[in-house]
């Protein structure tokens, strides 16, 4: 059985940890982020300028930690049902 209120504590550190490396990278050397999506996610980077404020920080931070307790909640809630 997972303790999942402990899970969703440990996966909002470690999302906002990652959120923050990464924003501070694309903030830092810009031409990351094209190398990024060409490499890493295949596909070509056509979404425009960056557009770095405060406002687009927590805005992502928010989104990024709501995807991940939907999933991580959604394993637990697997994981917890499912038996051996």
């Known amino acids: 059985m997972i303790n999942t209120n402990r899970l969703l504590k440990v996966t909002a550190a470690w999302i906002s940890i990652v959120y923050v490396v990464c924003y501070a990278?694309?903030?830092l050397v810009p031409g990351?982020?094209?190398?990024f999506t060409r490499y890493g996610l295949h596909m070509v980077?056509?979404?425009g300028p960056n557009i770095m404020t405060m406002?687009?920080?927590?805005?992502?931070l928010i989104i990024w930690n709501i995807v991940a307790f939907?999933?991580?909640g959604l394993f637990a809630a697997?994981?917890?049902s499912i038996k051996e």
């Open 25 to 27: 990278g694309v903030a």
């Open 32 to 35: 990351i982020r094209p190398g």
């Open 45 to 47: 980077d056509n979404f």
């Open 55 to 60: 406002g687009t920080f927590i805005s992502g």
């Open 70 to 72: 939907l999933a991580v």
């Open 78 to 80: 697997l994981y917890n």
